[in-house]
């Protein structure tokens, strides 16, 4: 069975700082990856996914994602954070297109002004 | 624009009671989720449905049965609440192939 791991439970960064939220999985094939944003109060907001091809991927808010396969991860990375972006973050997997997704623990993150 | 609609977002109901939280997508999705949220456990697969009819058990299953008569409405029901069922349920939806997931905005239940 896959499955995720956030090993971060909370992060802070300064307001236009860089940022990295690290996202490692378990799957014997490639996995579908996707990482997805919630802020209070609100439902979850889908950033971006990988399915096959480059292995950098851009989404929404300025956010991209670098799957490695060596290393088993999906890390999320932005140049420059802004304050709007604290949040909770979620890094998930699926084994195929419909199935089943399995989320990690999730990541807080403040943003410091 | 895709929607996920979940009929209440906010529900008090008492311990013993039977609890309907029902979720309907207007995508024309094969594939439907339950998950419940808490804190520092991120989200927990309850039961998923591949088709109409059709349910299938994920990692949290107990004390929770589901419900999918029609393509559209997928329904998740606590057969006897309990307390340690408080929690937010969230609905999601997705159809078959490369697609991402369309999550609804969450019922947060309180079981009193």
């Known amino acids: 069975a896959q499955s995720v791991t956030q090993p971060d439970i909370h992060i802070t960064v300064s307001e236009g700082a860089s940022l990295e939220l690290r996202c490692n999985y378990s799957?014997?094939?490639?996995?579908?990856l996707f990482w997805y944003v919630q802020s209070p109060g609100q439902g979850l907001q889908l950033l971006l996914k990988y399915f096959s091809g480059d292995t950098l991927v851009q989404g929404i808010k300025g956010f991209e994602a670098e799957f490695k396969r060596s290393q088993s991860s999906f890390n999320l990375r932005k140049p420059s954070v802004h304050w709007s972006d604290a949040a909770e973050y979620f890094c998930a997997v699926s084994t195929g297109g419909g199935n089943k997704l399995t989320f990690g623990t999730g990541t807080q993150l403040k943003v410091e002004l | 624009d895709v929607k996920v609609t979940q009929s209440s977002r906010y529900l008090v109901k008492r311990t013993g009671e039977k609890v309907f939280l029902e979720c309907v997508q207007d995508?024309?999705?094969?594939?439907m989720f339950w998950y419940r949220q808490d804190p520092g456990l991120g989200l927990r697969l309850i039961y998923f449905s591949y088709d109409v009819k059709m349910k299938e058990k994920g990692d949290i299953p107990e004390g929770y049965s589901v419900s999918r008569e029609k393509k559209e409405r997928f329904s998740l029901i606590l057969e006897s609440a309990s307390t340690n069922q408080t929690s937010m349920y969230l609905c999601?939806?997705?159809?078959?192939?490369?697609?991402?997931?369309?999550f609804g905005s969450g019922t947060r239940l309180t079981v009193v």
């Open positions: 799957y014997g094939a490639t996995p579908y």
């Open positions: 999601a939806s997705t159809g078959t192939g490369r697609y991402g997931y369309t």
């Open positions: 995508m024309d999705h094969e594939n």
